[in-house]
């Protein structure tokens, strides 16, 4: 992963972190339901944004070298790993 890409998402990871830390505080506190499970939707669309950012950094760097080197077989690996990835995905 390319430097810029791996500041953010660490960033990004340690915030959902704190989030999850959280939502364990809401749990032992007895928190309503619904404010739980607001949390958690949000610790989800974080670790979507999360995966989004790597998804976006391989292609733009692992992809694209795979593309440019003329490899064949290494252009169907990398296509066939995001293809593996975006069929264990909801999307």
Aim: aromatic residues 2%; proline residues 1%; glycine residues 6%.
């Amino acid at each position: 992963m390319r430097e810029p890409a791996k500041t953010a998402v660490l960033k990004r990871l340690r915030r959902i972190e704190g989030q999850v830390r959280g939502l364990a505080g809401m749990v032992t506190d007895d928190r309503y339901c619904i404010d739980v499970v607001t949390q958690i939707a949000a610790v989800r669309a974080a670790l979507k944004r999360a995966e989004e950012e790597i998804l976006t950094d391989h292609v733009g760097h692992c992809v694209e070298h795979a593309i440019a080197s003329g490899n064949k077989a290494e252009q169907r690996k990398k296509v066939a790993e995001l293809m593996d990835v975006f069929s264990r995905t909801e999307r």
